[in-house]
Every structure is written in structure tokens, then in C-alpha cells.
């Protein structure tokens, strides 16, 4: 069972049988997602969210560290988008 929380509010973390799941942003707003790391069948992987090409979400699963990253790229994304 996963733990509930908010993730459709823009960010949550949860631990699920020993994976470490991070989801940052709001994917209503995309139009593609993309596995950018990993693959379904392994415990791991990254996707990203996009709306016209602009980051607007990112999903991490046991990729803490790439998380990380596109978290902080996220945040500079909507600041510039935000502030056009």
C-alpha cells in the first residue's frame, strides 16, 4: 500500500518496500513524460514531465541524487517561466 500524501500538490516522499519514491512539481500541467533513467522493469528510475519542452515535473524512484538535480532545475524553470 502506498502511504497517502500530496503528491498533486507539487512534492512528496515516500519509502514503499525499501524504494525511495520523490515526486516534485505538478504533471497536470504536461503534455509528455519521459523515462530519462532506469527502466519499469528495475526498482529505479527517473522521468520528467514537460509542457511545451519547459521542465514541470519530475518523478524519482531510488534515483536520489539525479532527483536532486532536476529538482533544482525544476525550481529555475518555473522562477523563469514564472517571472516571463
Not at 509542457?51 to 525544476?74: I, M, S
Amino acid at each position: 500500500m502506498i502511504p497517502r500524501t500530496d503528491w498533486h500538490r507539487g512534492s512528496g516522499v515516500a519509502t514503499v518496500d525499501g524504494v525511495r519514491i520523490q515526486f516534485a512539481g505538478h504533471t497536470a500541467q504536461a503534455d509528455s513524460v519521459t523515462i530519462e533513467d532506469g527502466v519499469l522493469a528495475d526498482r529505479g528510475i527517473l522521468a520528467v514531465c514537460r509542457r511545451a519542452g519547459h521542465l514541470v515535473a519530475v518523478l524519482g524512484q531510488d534515483r536520489t541524487r539525479l532527483f536532486t538535480r532536476r529538482r533544482r532545475q525544476l525550481s529555475t524553470t518555473v522562477a523563469r517561466v514564472g517571472s516571463a
